[in-house]
């Protein structure tokens, strides 16, 4: 299939998938926390790094952080930000983990925060899994995987995109999404 038909295709499913359950979605609990719309993007051959997306919520009475990140197919893990200075976007890492509120939920999603994992040691392909292990500072850690999209995939819900209303306006309520995009 051309390459810009398939990328219309794949826009129309994930148009669909905002409103049901999608065959790849998987949601994990650790403790108060609920991790949901876990994902990456597939990387081309050698590349040095990889963003990882998801979105958490929280339904303790007490605020937890997201700490640290890590992979076994990354030397290095990181939690960024995306922030726009002096008219040009950057990122850097959050100090002091990424806090999730007390009946808040927190959207990981490319333009705010996200994984970062640095020197890749093998290339990222569509339709797979990535193993993660997130780590928060009172739920504790815990080992699960990052569904792997298509390149320029904008998410499992189109959440990434604060513009798109879609999938995106549904998961403001309560909700920070870094600096939004
Ligand atoms: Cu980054």
């Known amino acids: 299939m051309p390459y810009s038909l398939r990328r219309a295709a794949i826009g129309a499913i994930f148009a669909v998938v905002a409103f049901t ?14 991790l949901t ?5 597939a990387t081309p ?8 997306y998801l979105t958490i919520a929280n ?13 076994p197919l990354a030397e290095t893990g990181e939690l960024h930000i995306m ?11 959050v100090e002091g ?4 509120p007390p009946g808040g939920t927190v959207t990981l999603a490319p333009g705010g925060y996200h994984l970062m994992f640095i ?22 850690a815990i080992t699960t995987f990052l569904h792997i999209m298509p390149v320029g995939s904008q998410g499992p819900t189109g959440a990434a995109s604060g513009m798109d ?13 870094g600096t939004g995009q």
């Open 37 to 41: 719309d876990l994902w990456t993007r």
């Open 59 to 71: 339904k303790g009475s007490e605020a937890d952080r997201l700490v640290a990140a890590s992979t």
């Open 119 to 140: 020197t890749l040691k093998e290339t990222l392909k569509d339709g797979g899994k990535l193993p993660v292990t997130l780590t928060f500072e009172k739920a504790g």
């Open 83 to 93: 922030q726009v200075k002096d008219g040009v976007m950057t990122m850097r890492p």
């Open 45 to 52: 051959p050698k590349a040095p790094t990889a963003a990882g």
């Open 97 to 100: 983990g990424i806090e999730i």
């Open 21 to 34: 359950a999608p065959a790849f979605a998987h949601e994990v609990t650790i403790g108060s926390l609920t």
């Open 165 to 177: 209303m879609k999938g995106g306006a549904m998961k403001m309520d309560q909700s920070q999404t």
